[in-house]
Nanobody
Framework: QVQLVESGGGLVQAGGSLRLSCVAS????????MGWYRQAPGKQRELVAT???????NYADSAKGRFTISRGNAKITMYLQMNSLKPEDTAVYYC???????????WGQGTQVTVSS
């Protein structure tokens, strides 16, 4: 069982910044893609950004230009630098890891990000 532990959420004013972290208890060789997703109250969970083991990055349109996804040197850590935060960024942010087959798919417990206006 893979465990994902997120941290770094909190309350910030609009225009501020936060940095989320995710640590995965697994071998780096098992990971294909790591990603950040979020779910706001009353809404479906949505993709924020993903990064593959080869370094390919994908951002949601809402994240482009404001958020930066990266992986640590150990590559079992992942970060999301969020700048110019808006109230509409308020959500629970989840870390996700997928492997080389469809059954290898794990989620973290989520970390709350609240942006006040």
């Amino acid at each position: 069982q893979v465990q994902l532990v997120e941290s770094g959420g909190g309350l910030v004013q609009a225009g501020g910044s936060l940095r989320l972290s995710c640590v995965a208890s697994t071998s780096i060789y098992s990971i294909n893609t790591m990603g950040w997703y979020r779910q706001a109250p009353g809404k479906q969970r949505e993709l924020v950004a993903t990064i593959t083991s080869g370094g390919r990055i994908n951002y949601a349109d809402s994240a482009k230009g404001r958020f930066t996804i990266s992986r640590g040197n150990a590559k079992i850590t992942m970060y999301l630098q969020m700048n110019s935060l808006k109230p509409e960024d308020t959500a629970v942010y989840y870390c996700r890891v997928t492997g080389w087959d469809s059954q290898y798919d794990y989620w973290g417990q989520g970390t709350q990000v609240t942006v006040s206006s």
